[in-house]
């Protein structure tokens, strides 16, 4: 099946900075998003989502940003702090066959320096 | 219940063993979802859910792995005769038939099960 997939593995930034976290997805007929934070030896906590109806949305001190045109997603981090460190999962989901079951890339690491 | 329980949190065994983990989803979600996790990758997709009905199943699941969900509650996942490369983290999570966003309908994970198999 499609994939989704990240562009950078690793993100090291310092803490205050803000943070963009990328991700790429190949199947169009994905229609909502999801965002997980999963910290060493637990288990994916959810972010923050959206659906393609959306191009924007905001929680607390995090952003998604949706761009259907280039099948493109990102979340914005801001002032990062080292409790932030942890690996990020995008995750799309569909209503092909009306599964809407999520499919992950491989992550990204972001590392936060004091 | 606030969450996704998932027992035991750890597992080690011999090979060739069989091993059962067992995932009791947030209280009135319909579905449930097993997935695994190896080091340095996103979760895959193993099986789910819709009640006590299992709707689908990936080609991961070997005939090795055995998911039930008797009374559309809690679920469990087995694996018989273990093989070294079954080492990962088995992950259950759990939403309502149409996590679609908003208001908290969304897909929320467990903590997971680490198995490794010696």
């Known amino acids: 099946g499609e994939s989704v997939g990240l562009h950078l593995p690793t993100l090291s930034v310092q803490e205050g900075d803000n943070s963009i976290i990328n991700c790429a997805y190949s199947n169009s007929a994905s229609d909502y998003f999801i965002w997980y934070k999963q910290e060493s030896g637990k288990g994916p906590q959810f972010i923050i989502d959206?659906?393609?109806?959306?191009d924007k949305r905001q929680g607390q001190r995090v952003t998604v940003l949706l761009n259907k045109t280039v099948k493109h997603l990102s979340l914005q981090i801001a002032a990062t702090q080292p409790g932030d460190s942890a690996v990020y999962f995008c995750a799309e989901t569909g209503s092909s066959g009306g599964s809407y079951i999520p499919t992950f890339g491989r992550g990204t690491s972001l590392i936060v320096h004091p | 219940d606030t969450g996704v329980s998932q027992d035991p949190r750890h597992k080690i065994t011999k090979r060739g063993q069989n091993v059962t983990f067992r995932c009791d989803p947030i209280?009135?979600?319909?579905?449930l979802y097993w997935y695994r996790q190896t080091l340095g990758q996103g979760p895959e997709f193993l099986t789910y859910?819709?009640?006590?009905?299992?709707?689908?199943k990936s080609r991961l699941l070997s005939d090795r792995f055995s998911a039930e969900r008797p009374k559309g509650s809690f679920s469990t996942l087995e694996i018989q005769r273990t093989e070294q490369g079954d080492s990962a983290m088995y992950l259950c999570a759990s939403s309502t038939i149409l996590p679609t966003g908003g208001s908290g309908n969304t897909i929320y994970f467990g903590e997971g099960s680490w198995l490794t198999v010696v």
């Open positions: 959206i659906r393609s109806n959306m």
């Open positions: 859910f819709q009640n006590e009905a299992q709707l689908e």
């Open positions: 209280s009135e979600h319909n579905r």
